[in-house]
């Protein structure tokens, strides 16, 4: 067990500092503060935090920790820590950590002994689950689904009898086909597009998904997808084992029976694969 009392005097710390994620109003006093007052701010993009810092007059030292550096950088950043460094990580907007960078560091730091404390602040899956129209609570955050259509599909049908609302990220060039995909795995539920949150352009375009298809190729902006959950009759439970049992029966082996399992759920093998042994 690990207790942390975050307000304690005399820690070396990591903070978690949101940032804006497209009104820099947003940035809270004590956001301020944190990034004025650490040693040493790690971005996601320096050159996009330095823009923020320049804004508000913060002058402290920017390093580099993004996906492509995360495994040696979380290294150097604990050694920082061990010196006695005072460590804000930030995200070109938002929180850290939330499709951004900073799950390899986190655990480091924790098991490491130092506090980590987040500093909150916006939130663009929060901002537009609330303004959706949707059922808020409860709800599941996924973030970006795969590129590939075929593993887009996949994901979606493994969360298909989710009751709850789910919320999604997505790419504007990639809008379109994820729509698609959503309408023909999980039927035409409803959704709120919300694009370039806390922007002069913010907009929330609520209905079907084939009512939001129809202006889908006019959208420019980054983009959260709020859908709808399953209803009663989405949401039934898939028995799995009583599909490869049938299929065995049907004269398929062990391992051709899960693979066909796999293919009609989109479960993974994997998943099928440790349900039937565990029942042996």
Do not use: W
């Amino acid at each position: 067990m690990i207790r942390q009392k975050s307000f304690e005097e005399g820690q070396t710390c990591l903070y978690l500092v949101a940032t804006p994620i497209g009104n820099l109003q947003e940035l809270t006093p004590r956001a301020i503060s944190v990034l004025k007052e650490v040693d040493l701010i790690a971005a996601e993009d320096t050159r996009n935090t330095m823009k923020l810092l320049s804004h508000f007059d913060i002058h402290t030292k920017v390093i580099a920790h993004h996906a492509h550096n995360e495994k040696q950088s979380t290294e150097g950043i604990i050694q920082l820590l061990h010196e006695g460094k005072q460590i804000a990580l930030v995200s070109d907007a938002g929180y850290p950590l939330i499709s951004d960078p900073g799950q390899t560091l986190v655990p480091r730091a924790i098991e490491e002994g130092f506090p980590v404390i987040p500093v909150n602040g916006s939130s663009a899956m929060l901002s537009a689950l609330v303004a959706s129209g949707l059922c808020a609570m409860p709800f599941y955050f996924h973030g970006f689904l795969p590129a590939k259509s075929s593993a887009a599909r996949k994901e979606l049908t493994e969360l298909k009898s989710m009751k709850c609302t789910m919320v999604f990220y997505e790419a504007p060039h990639r809008i379109e086909d994820t729509l698609k995909v959503m309408q023909e795995v999980l039927g035409d539920r409803k959704i709120s597009l919300c694009r370039e949150l806390t922007k002069r352009f913010e907009e929330f375009i609520r209905g079907s998904i084939s009512e939001v298809l129809e202006v889908v190729s006019e959208l420019k902006g980054e983009m959260v997808l709020v859908v709808e959950g399953a209803s009663e009759n989405d949401a039934e439970e898939i028995d799995v084992m009583a599909l490869v049992n049938q299929m065995m029966e049907e004269g398929l082996s062990t391992s051709a029976a899960i693979k066909e399992a796999a293919k009609r759920t989109g479960i993974s093998k994997n998943e099928i694969y440790r349900q039937v042994h565990a029942s042996e």
